[in-house]
């Protein structure tokens, strides 16, 4: 069974930086999986933040757009999140995830695949 497990996570200030990594065991699920991460804040429910597609198409939450990037290596198994002026509001458990097919970023119950997650704090 493929696994992903996330790492980057933290605690930083407003206004900082944090890239969050995501290694996934097997290489198939780049080649035709979307992958994402989706990120919960306690008492929240989960909510999309981006998604890439095997393709490389890519969509962001409007929350987050302008300051995130998602990325992927097909060679490292690896999915990326760049997360730039980084304020509390974005402060969550991240979680990379996985569906095969096309990525829709608001279903979230459509993904099959989790990471464990990785905390990302941020103070103001």
């Known amino acids: 069974q493929v696994q992903l497990v996330e790492s980057g996570g933290g605690s930083v200030q407003a206004g900082g930086s944090l890239r969050l990594s995501c290694a996934a065991s097997e290489y198939t699920i780049f080649s035709s999986y979307c992958l994402g991460w989706f990120r919960q804040a306690p008492g929240e429910e989960r909510e999309g933040v981006a998604t890439i597609e095997a393709t490389g198409d890519i969509d962001y939450a409007v929350s987050v757009k302008g300051r995130f990037t998602i990325s992927k290596d097909n060679a490292k198994h690896s999915l990326y999140l760049q997360m730039n002026s980084l304020k509390p509001e974005d402060t969550a458990m991240y979680y990379c995830?996985?569906?095969?097919?096309?990525?829709?970023?608001?279903?979230?119950?459509?993904?099959?695949?989790w990471g464990q997650g990785t905390q990302v704090t941020v103070s103001s």
């Open positions: 995830a996985a569906r095969r097919g096309y990525c829709y970023l608001h279903f979230i119950d459509d993904y099959n695949i």
